[in-house]
């Protein structure tokens, strides 16, 4: 403590630090029992509380004072910009036009184009009456410092605050510093929530958002603000990273037409006596051959040449579209890999005019994928895919048969990460990585030169692709990327990273995205002499796959419980929901709470995950278009046509249920 304090003035100042330090660990003990377990005896390690030279409580350590000024005026200084011009994501979703929309026939992407236009109308509306105040459903500490901060924050509209302190010595000394009991008991009530997290790396917070997101309710990353207090090393990490992950945030989002698809699909597939690959069963005689997983990127071009030398002794795994430039070079690869549910893969397999270009290759796809997609094939083999309607059904029929069939976690978003996820599972552990760029050099050069997307399906990419960002390259310099394309990095480096998997290798060939994980590797410098003949890969799978015995009467039966209960869920959450005479952001968002736990509590039933999943995208819409709002009529206005739209589409969906389901079976 300063010695130019005066001895009582410090004793008493000792007292106070005390006595909020016995409040706020109590207060602990009642509600984070294990953060009460850490700090009861604490003992600081580098940092310490200290009165400074101008008699300010202040982060002390060998090195001297953290903060150069009063760290409650920093807090004030930082919390008059937090209020001014919040630091925050921002899901900003664009209408499309009638041909886009209408590309796979779905309703859905028609109503909710119509809602995004509404909201667009309103965003450059100019009224009388200015937003007062932003309501957010979640807002994020990210280094708490001695926390004079949280006091002002507990009074922004909110309900839910999560404070991210990587330092526990920061953390101890906040304890003794500010009393935490009103912010914990004021988020502590009904409708409201608090996280502290303390100790853990960024990487840790990250997973731990994602973690918190799916418990609270995705709609909350419509908006994520964050109020950062100081700078360090890891705070800077955590905040690289959290802004990194925010295309996995918006990525994924399923609807209820594409959860009705992937159960009619599943349906047919399993009425059509379609293998299954089994949970419990890893290649024999396959794991340690070079293994080159082929993505449709801008480099396979580069690599096609090298591929082709090794095609007769490593096995080649193509990537949906990547299918057809092998075929146009000559290569056929050992196992094809779908994940896409629409339609229209048939078509872009279908551009390869020869029949006897399949014999021989091993179809291996996600339960939901087309039935004229495996009908291109002769042998064919299923996994389940997660979080998914066509994957719930089959547990809901047969438990043994959904327990014993490989269920392909980060099989997701793009066909590169399912292959991937694959290869992993079933115990392949030399791979290379050719061709799944998911980043591209040239702007006008996203895909592979042979690819159709140059020739018959030329502009598919354009009208899907969002936001260009760059990322650093595996060769060096940095790559464009979108974000797709982004989301499918992160849960290819998380596929890698999985402790189960330590005994891969894995190799990235392509001049593409960096990929931790993977070792950069350019293909020339690749050399394989065999021992023997590359095995039979058709066998292999048999090997690993069950026949399934399903009847049509018990997939009726499953179905017919499945529309009551969806059915009365729809009319008690969206179709009889009353629409409020004055409504606003707030109370909307506590409906959307209330619709999302609502949803939560059956999500083990189908009903339950087909709702979850269609609630995901257009609550994350209506949230981001409002916080581009500049009007209380504006945003009332808007809020009205949202009940309006809840009717509507749930009204809409009821019907597409029956006639689409129900006929797979007839």
């Not at 900003?92 to 028609?110: C, I, M, T, W, Y």
């Not at 061709?435 to 042979?450: A, I, M, P, Q, T």
């Given at each position: ?6 001895l ?14 016995q ?23 580098e ?16 090195r ?12 004030d200084?930082?919390?008059n ?18 041909a886009e929309?209408n590309?796979?026939g ?32 979640s ?13 002002a924050l ?38 409201r929530?608090?996280?502290i997290?303390?100790?853990s ?6 997973n731990?958002?994602?973690y918190?997101i ?85 480099s ?18 193509s ?5 057809y ?5 000559g ?6 890999f ?9 078509s ?5 005019k020869d029949?006897s ?15 004229d ?23 809901k ?9 490989m ?7 793009l ?5 991937l996820a ?12 050719v ?9 006008e ?6 690819s159709?997307?140059?020739t ?6 354009a009208?899907?692709k969002?936001?260009?960002?760059k ?37 990235n ?5 960096h ?14 002499a ?21 009847a049509?009467?018990q997939?009726?039966?499953v ?38 736990e ?13 709702l979850q ?22 945003r ?5 046509e ?25």
């Amino acid at each position: 403590m300063n010695s130019d304090t005066p001895l009582q003035d410090l004793n008493l100042l000792k007292k106070r630090l005390t006595l909020t330090l016995q409040k706020n660990l109590s207060c602990l003990h009642a509600h984070f029992p294990n953060l009460h377990a850490r700090f009861a005896n604490y003992q600081p390690k580098e940092f310490w509380l200290d009165l400074d030279p101008r008699g300010f409580l202040n982060l002390r350590s060998q090195r001297g004072f953290l903060f150069d000024q009063d760290p409650k005026t920093t807090s004030d200084e930082q919390l008059n910009a937090h209020r001014s011009s919040p630091y925050r994501t921002l899901y900003q979703a664009r209408s499309v036009d009638n041909a886009e929309q209408n590309k796979h026939g779905f309703v859905h992407l028609g109503l909710i184009n119509q809602l995004i236009q509404k909201g667009e109308q309103l965003v450059a509306q100019r009224d009388s009456v200015p937003v007062k105040s932003d309501f957010y459903p979640s807002l994020f500490v990210i280094g708490n410092g001695l926390g004079f901060h949280l006091d002002a924050l507990a009074q922004e509209s909110l309900n839910h605050i999560h404070i991210f302190e990587p330092l526990e010595d920061f953390f101890f000394a906040s304890l003794l510093a500010v009393d935490y009991s009103v912010l914990i008991e004021k988020f502590s009530t009904e409708g409201r929530h608090i996280s502290i997290e303390v100790g853990s790396s960024p990487t840790q917070f990250i997973n731990n958002l994602h973690y918190l997101i799916r418990e609270l309710g995705q709609y909350r990353v419509g908006t994520l603000p964050i109020f950062n207090h100081y700078k360090s090393p890891d705070i800077e990490q955590a905040l690289h990273l959290f802004f990194d992950a925010a295309t996995q945030y918006y990525s994924g989002f399923g609807f209820f037409e594409d959860e009705i698809l992937s159960v009619e699909h599943t349906i047919k597939n399993l009425a059509a006596g379609t293998k299954l690959l089994n949970a419990n069963k890893k290649v024999e005689g396959l794991s340690q051959i070079p293994t080159f997983v082929c993505g449709n990127g801008p480099s396979l071009d580069l690599n096609i040449e090298h591929i082709k030398k090794y095609e007769k002794s490593c096995l080649i795994i193509s990537c949906g579209s990547a299918i057809y430039p092998l075929y146009k070079a000559g290569i056929k690869p050992d196992i094809h890999f779908e994940i896409e549910r629409t339609k229209d893969v048939a078509s872009w397999i279908s551009l390869i005019k020869d029949p006897s270009y399949f014999d021989g290759v091993a179809l291996v796809a996600s339960n939901n994928v087309a039935p004229d997609v495996l009908a291109l094939f002769t042998d064919t083999y299923l996994f389940l895919k997660p979080d998914d309607m066509g994957t719930m059904f089959i547990q809901k029929l047969n438990s043994n048969l959904f327990e014993n069939t490989m269920n392909l976690a980060g099989s997701n978003p793009l066909v590169g990460n399912g292959a991937l996820a694959f290869l992993l599972e079933a115990g392949f552990e030399n791979l290379y990585l050719v061709g799944l760029d998911v980043g591209y050099r040239k702007l006008e050069h996203h895909h592979s030169k042979d690819s159709a997307y140059y020739t018959e399906f030329d502009g598919e990419f354009a009208g899907t692709k969002t936001e260009e960002k760059k990322v650093p390259g595996n060769f060096g310099g940095q790559v464009y990327t979108e974000v797709v394309y982004d989301y499918s990095r992160h849960v290819l480096e998380w596929s890698l990273a999985r402790q189960e998997y330590k005994q891969a290798k894995c190799f990235n060939c392509s001049d593409g995205a960096h990929i931790q994980g993977a070792s950069p590797l350019h293909l020339e410098e690749f050399d394989y002499a065999p021992q023997r003949a590359k095995p039979n890969v058709a066998a292999t799978l048999t090997a690993m796959a069950d026949h399934n015995l399903v009847a049509n009467h018990q997939m009726l039966r499953v179905l017919k419980s499945a529309e009551q209960e969806l059915f009365r869920l729809i009319d008690e959450l969206f179709i009889e929901l009353p629409v409020p005479e004055r409504p606003d952001m707030a109370h909307l968002c506590s409906v959307f709470q209330w619709q999302f736990e609502k949803i939560k509590s059956n999500n083990k039933d189908l009903a339950g995950l087909i709702l979850q999943n269609s609630i995901n995208q257009f609550q994350t819409i209506v949230l981001g278009q409002l916080h581009q709002m500049k009007s209380e009529e504006a945003r009332e206005q808007y809020i009205k046509e949202v009940y309006r739209f809840m009717a509507d589409y749930f009204t809409e969906m009821k019907s597409i249920f029956e006639v689409r389901l129900f006929r797979a079976l007839a």
